[in-house]
């Protein structure tokens, strides 16, 4: 039998202590990051003293990363992997992760060493303090290109001025969450995930802890502009209606100055005999407004694609293989749907 919501079953299932701390870290492509990585970050856990489990998850990479990341976990039990059939993207691989966690807290990092893991301490504290979403607010964001700086700093002015929901400020993908919080994250449905938004839709009580974002260790980042650009739209479309509604009034506008227009022309000719200034004045028009009714249907067109998603209800990944789970708790190894499933 398949049992699956809620998730919580999965952390109760376990007899962990009431301090039982999951690790979750999206790779793609991180084969020379992940023993450092590794290292670094089971010498914060060891000091630390709970008894944790670190799950990797494997997002298609084309390198050796799923291949180390197995070799880890043979030697070292509380490694997990998690290894998808293809690149899903980060938000995905997060998603994974939090649905095969069972600790009480999750902590989600970067494999990159950007996240310093030695912030940590302070997260674990906070989360004694009791807290629930404990983030790393990021103090500079000098490490990264210019471009990449203007943009995101202009996406997040435009986005906390017409989205109801205030993401926090500096907020990133390093946090720790407790169960509630990873239990009201995962019952959300939706298919396009903006994980910002949600951590700030949930609520909870939340903490800053300010650190310096570090270099990446080795290799690249993944990002680049069409997927900074997906991720904007991403937001924006699952946070407001706003771009959809703003067409009614720019309609309005326009057909209240082309009224007013015509009406200055009707005038000219009546008072001064004037001829209406032909063909440049046309073509302008023209061209004009037929890229504001592009732009508005392409705006549309973006909704539409999206609740198409949501509609076809896929999941958010596909699992290819994991290890390590089958030990510690009961979450099945042909987890291939996206959802969390209990083995009978
Ligand atoms: N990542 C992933 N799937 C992707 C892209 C990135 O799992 O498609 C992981 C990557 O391995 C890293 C984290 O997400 O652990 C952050 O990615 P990256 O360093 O490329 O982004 P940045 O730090 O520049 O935002
Ligand atoms: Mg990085």
């Known amino acids: 039998m398949i049992a699956s919501y809620p998730p919580s079953i999965i952390a109760n299932e376990n007899q962990h202590s009431d301090k039982f701390l999951s690790i979750v870290v999206p790779c793609y492509n991180e084969a020379d990051n992940i023993k450092p990585f590794l290292t670094r970050l089971s010498n914060v856990l060891n000091e630390i003293g709970l008894e944790h489990e670190i799950i990797l998850i494997d997002d298609g990479s084309r390198d050796e990363t799923a291949r180390i990341i197995a070799e880890e976990a ?22 994974a992760g939090l649905a095969h966690s069972s600790g009480n807290g ?29 983030y790393g607010e990021r103090r500079s964001r000098a490490y990264e290109g210019f471009f990449k700086r203007v943009l995101t700093t202009g996406f997040y002015k435009v986005f906390s001025t017409i989205s109801d929901v205030k993401i926090m400020r500096g907020l990133g993908d390093f946090l ?16 396009e995930r903006f994980t910002k938004g949600l951590y700030a839709w949930v609520g909870f009580k939340r903490l800053a802890v300010p650190f310096d974002v570090e270099e990446r260790l080795h290799g690249q980042s993944g990002w680049n502009f069409f997927k900074l ?10 946070f407001g209606s706003i771009p959809l509604k703003v067409w009614t009034y720019i309609g309005l506008l326009m057909a209240l100055s082309s009224f007013a227009y015509g009406g200055m022309v009707i005038l000219q000719r009546l008072l001064f005999g004037n001829d209406v200034p032909g063909y440049p004045s046309l073509m302008a028009a023209i061209c004009f407004f037929s890229g504001v009714q592009l732009l508005g249907l392409g705006i549309v067109g973006e909704y539409l694609s999206r609740v198409l998603t949501e ?5 958010l990944y596909l699992v290819s293989e994991t290890i390590g789970f089958d030990k510690n708790n009961k979450t099945s190894e042909k987890d291939t749907d996206g959802k969390q499933r209990l083995a009978s």
Request: cysteine-free; overall charge negative; charged content about 25%.
């Open 176 to 191: 720790l969450l407790d169960r509630k919080v990873v239990d009201a994250i995962l019952a959300l449905p939706e298919r």
């Open 229 to 238: 650009y997906k991720f904007a739209t991403d937001a924006f479309i699952s």
């Open 74 to 95: 043979l030697i070292n039990p509380v490694i997990k992997l998690i290894s998808f059939s293809r690149n899903f993207g980060k938000e995905a691989a997060l998603n």
């Open 106 to 134: 999750v902590i989600q990092l970067d494999a990159d060493l950007q996240h310093p893991p030695e912030v940590l301490f302070d997260f674990i504290e906070g989360w004694k303090n009791g807290h629930e979403i404990i």
């Open 311 to 315: 509609v076809k209800q896929r999941p």
